[in-house]
């Protein structure tokens, strides 16, 4: 029991307590907007992608298809070798890139 808590405690110093905190926030706050079939078939017809956006997804893909990180972990944009701006772009336009990167 004892050991319980000194790991406990060492996991908030380091900070893991906060972080999983966040990234749990930030995962609930994702779900709630689910795209819906309608959607990703407006956003293939209505968006244009550049080749370096699709590009981003890609990258972006092979990290998440990897399994490695959650993808609102830190360490998964730093795995994917983006910038925020773009990292961002990715997951607020999953649906609709991956339709144009398979078309």
């Given at each position: 029991?004892?050991?319980?808590?000194?790991?406990?405690?060492?996991?908030a110093a380091?900070?893991?307590?906060?972080?999983?905190?966040?990234?749990?926030?930030?995962?609930?706050?994702?779900?709630?907007?689910?795209?819906?079939?309608?959607?990703?078939?407006?956003?293939?017809?209505?968006?244009?992608?550049?080749?370096?956006?699709?590009?981003?997804?890609?990258?972006?893909?092979?990290?998440?298809?990897?399994?490695?990180?959650?993808?609102?972990?830190p360490?998964?944009?730093?795995?994917?070798?983006?910038?925020?701006?773009?990292?961002?772009?990715?997951?607020?336009?999953?649906?609709?890139?991956?339709?144009?990167?398979n078309?």
């Open positions: 029991m004892n050991n319980d808590i000194m790991r406990d405690e060492q996991l380091d900070g893991y307590v906060d972080r999983k905190a966040r990234v749990q926030s930030n995962l609930k706050q994702f779900k709630k907007t689910k795209p819906t079939k309608q959607m990703n078939t407006e956003a293939k017809e209505t968006q244009q992608f550049t080749k370096q956006q699709i590009k981003d997804w890609r990258a972006f893909e092979r990290v998440r298809s990897g399994g490695r990180f959650n993808m609102f972990d360490r998964a944009r730093q795995s994917t070798g983006l910038g925020g701006e773009e990292y961002a772009f990715c997951m607020e336009h999953y649906s609709a890139l991956k339709l144009a990167a078309s």
